[in-house]
């Protein structure tokens, strides 16, 4: 397996958790503390802290720290990485969607030229 597949792995295996999918969205809207980030989910901070870790494993997230406070902040390129492989696949899936409509729609014409 090649360095960008286990990338894109570790990525997809991170994401597929509900409770990360929920940070990284709270992330988009800029750096935030361990801290509050860990409010609004019913777990503990220990808890919310072993996400951030898979998280930052699959280099989704960076960490800094300043004092004893600890700040992260969302990193875009291994989710440009998921919408890189995915698009190949709407592609896909728009091309076969626009072929069953076109085949609809010759059928309609073709009931409606019947006797």
Do not use: C
Request: proline fraction near 3%.
């Amino acid at each position: 397996m090649n360095v960008a597949m286990s990338n894109l792995d570790l990525a997809f295996a991170a994401l597929a958790d509900p409770t990360r999918r929920r940070i990284v969205a709270k992330l988009t809207r800029g750096e935030t503390r361990v801290t509050d980030l860990a409010l609004p989910f019913d777990m503990s901070l220990n808890a919310v802290s072993k996400h951030i870790k898979v998280l930052e494993g699959a280099g989704l997230v960076r960490r800094a720290r300043v004092g004893r406070e600890h700040y992260l902040r969302l990193r875009a390129q291994p989710l440009r990485e998921v919408a890189r492989w995915t698009s190949q696949y709407e592609r896909f899936w728009t091309q076969r969607l626009d072929a069953l409509g076109e085949f609809l729609n010759q059928q309609k014409e073709s009931d409606n030229d019947g006797p």
